[in-house]
């Protein structure tokens, strides 16, 4: 069983930073991507940023400047640090992984419970 962990979420004020992290635990034999996702209350879920093992970082347009996504391959964890927070950030932040758990395993795909942002104006 593999699981997501997040950690870092909370509330702050506008213009202010947040540090997320989120941890790989279980049998994986190897990581292909990791990445953000985030759903405001009303709203569908939509990318913030990926990061892909040996590729670049992809993120959206709203976040372009402020996030930066990281990782440390290591550990299986996964980061995203927070700038410039606006109060349209407020959000659930969930963290995402695309694994095999064994060398011919398929590439699943798995969630964490996600983290509440709260960026207050």
């Known amino acids: 069983q593999v699981q997501l962990v997040e950690s870092g979420g909370g509330l702050v004020q506008a213009g202010g930073s947040l540090r997320l992290s989120c941890a790989a635990s279980g049998s994986i034999f190897s990581i292909n991507a990791m990445g953000w996702y985030r759903q405001a209350p009303g709203k569908q879920r939509e990318l913030v940023a990926t990061?892909?093992?040996?590729?670049?970082?992809n993120y959206a347009d709203s976040v372009k400047g402020r996030f930066t996504i990281s990782r440390d391959n290591a550990k299986n964890t996964v980061y995203l640090q927070m700038n410039s927070l606006k109060p349209e950030d407020t959000a659930v932040y969930y963290c995402n992984a695309n694994f095999r758990q064994y060398y011919i395993s398929p590439v699943r795909e798995v969630w964490g419970q996600g983290t509440l942002v709260t960026v207050s104006s």
């Open positions: 990061s892909a093992t040996g590729g670049n970082a």
